[in-house]
């Protein structure tokens, strides 16, 4: 059987391609190292019947209108609007920081103060804490003050492995502070989960006569890269390749390692009905995990007397058996090694990088659908 296109990786960037250049007529050749498909947003049941996410809790949400009506053709959405809370001792307070975490924090008669001034001060909707922490006004800084150091801080410093005068003060910049009582964690216009989950999206995406799927099949041991020429089991192939796996591996490390972030998981079955009161608690101020993912919250699903939460731990990426890269480490270095490994690419005119390892950079469920379907147009 010969191939026009080979795709390394089964997730959402992977499945995406498959399919749209499957639909053009293309025999597409899907390999997917694992023994599922569906790479990061693989979702399954657990052995007490919650459908849990194994590699994260996924959101879908978006405002790109063609990527959600082309995802609509393989699922039907669960209207769902993310919330987060943040524990801070007993208290749970609304993140982003919004109007009613003011209140709760500082009461009604200072909250209104503050709102008073932060109106005077912004016409706007949402303002960062990086412009109230640099406000000349000293309740406006008191309050950037406390964002930062009981929302952002350490959860950060937790996240990305850092002390706490490691952390770039300009990151705050993006952190928002809400002047409304609006508690959704996203605002895009399309948002919701899939309704039997995004494991079946996938299946769905990769069901077509014209892609052949092999898992628990690792593409770069049969495929080789020599001079320019591309051999695929041995022979050379004319076949274009999309490979959505890490960039440093696929030259066999010749540069060295892409630094990463990975995530330790920990699941906990618990015979209760509900563990707290939103799908995601972060914890920004205490405990060494970042947040708790509560997944009936999630994907809606209903299932009396138990549920299954799941604690997130971030820690340096060795990449040991099993390890696996979540977040690429944004920094000049990273981004002159991930250049060298490009440069590498432009040997191999059918050698496609795509997906969130290939192109070293973290992209949202949505921008990778994206991604995919502009590339899948432009390849020849
Ligand atoms: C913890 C976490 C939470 C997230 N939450 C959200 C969210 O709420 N909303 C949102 O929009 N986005 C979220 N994202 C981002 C989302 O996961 C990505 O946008 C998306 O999964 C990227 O898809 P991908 O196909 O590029 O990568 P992946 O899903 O990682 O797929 C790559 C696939 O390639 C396979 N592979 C690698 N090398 C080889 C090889 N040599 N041979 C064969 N197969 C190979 C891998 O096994 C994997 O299956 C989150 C990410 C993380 C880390």
């Keep these: 059987m010969t191939y026009r296109y080979i795709i390394c990786g089964s997730g959402l960037a992977g499945s995406v391609a498959a399919r749209v250049l499957a639909e053009k007529g293309e025999r597409v050749l899907l390999l997917e190292k694992l023994d599922h498909v569906g790479g990061s947003v693989y979702d399954c049941e657990d052995q007490a019947g919650v459908l849990i996410h194994k590699y994260g809790p996924h959101i879908f949400h978006t405002n790109n209108k063609r990527v959600y009506d082309f995802l609509s053709r393989f699922t039907g959405w669960r209207d769902y609007q993310h919330r987060v809370l943040a524990r801070i001792g007993d208290r749970y307070l609304p993140v982003p920081f919004n109007i009613t975490a003011l209140k709760m924090v500082y009461g009604q008669e200072t909250a209104d103060k503050y709102l008073r001034l932060l109106k005077e001060s912004y016409g706007t909707d949402t303002v960062s804490v990086m412009s109230l922490r640099s406000s000349g006004i000293p309740e406006l800084r008191e309050l950037g003050n406390y964002v930062y150091d009981n929302i952002f801080l350490y959860y950060t410093v937790k996240q990305w492995g ?42 769905r995406l990769i069901k077509h006569d014209n892609i052949t799927v092999e898992t628990s099949c690792d593409a770069l041991e049969r495929l080789k890269l020599s001079d320019g020429k591309i051999f695929f089991d041995g022979e050379e192939t004319d076949a274009d390749i999309i490979y959505t796996g890490e960039a440093d591996r696929l030259f066999r490390y010749r540069y060295g390692a892409l630094p990463y972030r990975t995530l330790d998981f920990r699941f906990e079955t618990l015979e209760q009905d509900s563990f707290q009161p939103c799908a995601t608690v972060n914890y920004t101020v205490s405990e060494d995990f970042t947040r708790i993912t509560e997944f009936k919250k999630l994907t809606g699903q209903k299932i009396n007397g138990v549920t299954t939460i799941m604690k997130e731990y971030p820690k340096e990426y060795s990449a040991s058996e099993g390890e696996i890269p979540y977040y690429p480490v944004a920094c000049k270095e990273s981004a002159a090694l991930y250049e060298r490994y490009l440069a590498e690419c432009a040997a191999y005119p059918r050698l496609h990088l795509l997906g969130r390892l290939a192109e070293y950079r973290y992209y949202n469920m949505d921008a990778v659908v994206a991604r995919a379907l502009e590339m899948c147009e432009d390849v020849r």
């Design 162 to 203: 850092k002390s706490p005068s490691e952390v770039d003060p300009g990151t705050t910049a993006r952190v928002p502070v809400r002047l409304s009582e609006d508690d959704r964690y996203f605002t895009d216009l399309y948002q919701g989960m899939p309704e039997n989950g995004y494991t079946e999206v996938i299946n």
